[in-house]
């Protein structure tokens, strides 16, 4: 079947199952087309948490979902494919943050979204990379345990007076993106800003001009003068921003940056999901619980 025709089906179900479709700015194209809603993971935790919909589809990563079942119990959680997961997400366990902690005694602990909800159970509070230096000041305590991205933990430490303590974890996709590929596109275009994400290598982030979560790229480029900006993150995001910018051209860091779990979500397994209404996502009752007051303290921010 056509993708057209794919999507007219999709869009006939979404009004029959009374659903909305959530994506995340690294899906494809067609996915992101047909979405009702395309954002960062802070965007899309305020809009789970606010939809009136009995069912969201949720195209994007595993923990993403786990969070819009965290946020809105009373609804149905579908994710298009099961094994859209986040290695970064699985570089830290509860049981590894229980053990961190009793090590640490005293300090706060803050969680990336980029985590279970097993592991958001353990925290004090949940960050994106769009709040995490917002989240980090909010914080009385002047030593804070950050899990999992390393990376995202050096951007936050530079300027805060806290001693931030960060686990071993990062994202392979921003991981790879290195200072030559920043040169290199920085020569082929000499007139574009640099854009990067705080997920980024030091290194990286040190080359670039300015720092931004993916939702912060996707307000900039619509107030920025600037013709031709380099994005330094998942390559997926060009089509957004291409697409809400048509004078302005956008080249990615790197050409082939691509998260292979946020690209398992296809049109046609968003139409299987719709369908069969499975698979859904489920957390358990005292994790939910748990997990909910770190991930609503993130959003009241």
């Not at 991981?175 to 596109?185: S, T």
Request: proline letters at 4%.
């Amino acid at each position: 079947m056509k993708k057209e025709g794919i999507a007219e089906r999709i869009l006939k179900l979404k009004e029959k199952k009374n659903a909305i479709i959530l994506a995340h700015n690294y899906q494809t194209g067609d996915v992101q087309d047909i979405a009702d809603f395309v954002g960062d993971s802070l965007d899309l935790s305020i809009k789970a948490s606010k939809v009136e919909e009995d069912v969201i589809v949720f195209c994007g990563v595993h923990f993403m979902a786990e969070t819009a079942v965290i946020l809105s119990p009373e609804k149905t959680i579908l994710i298009p494919d099961a094994n859209a997961g986040c290695p970064m997400a699985d570089m830290i366990t509860a049981e590894e943050l229980r053990a961190w902690k009793k090590g640490n005694p005293g300090s706060d602990v803050v969680c990336y979204v980029n985590t279970s909800a097993a592991v958001k159970a353990e925290c004090d509070i949940c960050c994106t990379s769009a709040n995490a230096k917002n989240v980090v000041a909010s914080l009385k305590g002047d030593k804070v345990l950050f899990a999992p991205d390393k990376n995202l933990s050096a951007y936050i430490a530079r300027g805060s007076k806290k001693k931030i303590i960060p686990w071993d974890g990062y994202c392979y996709v921003h991981n790879n993106i290195l200072p030559k590929h920043v040169r290199e596109k920085k020569k082929r275009y000499p007139e574009a800003e640099v854009w990067v994400h705080p997920e980024c290598l030091p290194e990286v982030i040190d080359l670039a001009d300015r720092v931004f979560s993916t939702g912060g790229m996707v307000k900039e480029a619509r107030k920025t003068a600037l013709g031709e900006v380099i994005i330094g993150t998942e390559a997926g995001m060009i089509y957004r921003l291409a697409k809400e910018n048509p004078g302005k051209r956008f080249y990615p860091v790197k050409d082939n940056a691509i998260c292979s779990n946020m690209k398992k979500i296809t049109l046609e397994k968003v139409l299987i999901a719709m369908e069969n209404m499975e698979p859904k996502v489920e957390v358990s009752a005292d994790i939910r619980r748990r997990a909910k007051g770190a991930i609503e303290k993130m959003v009241s921010l």
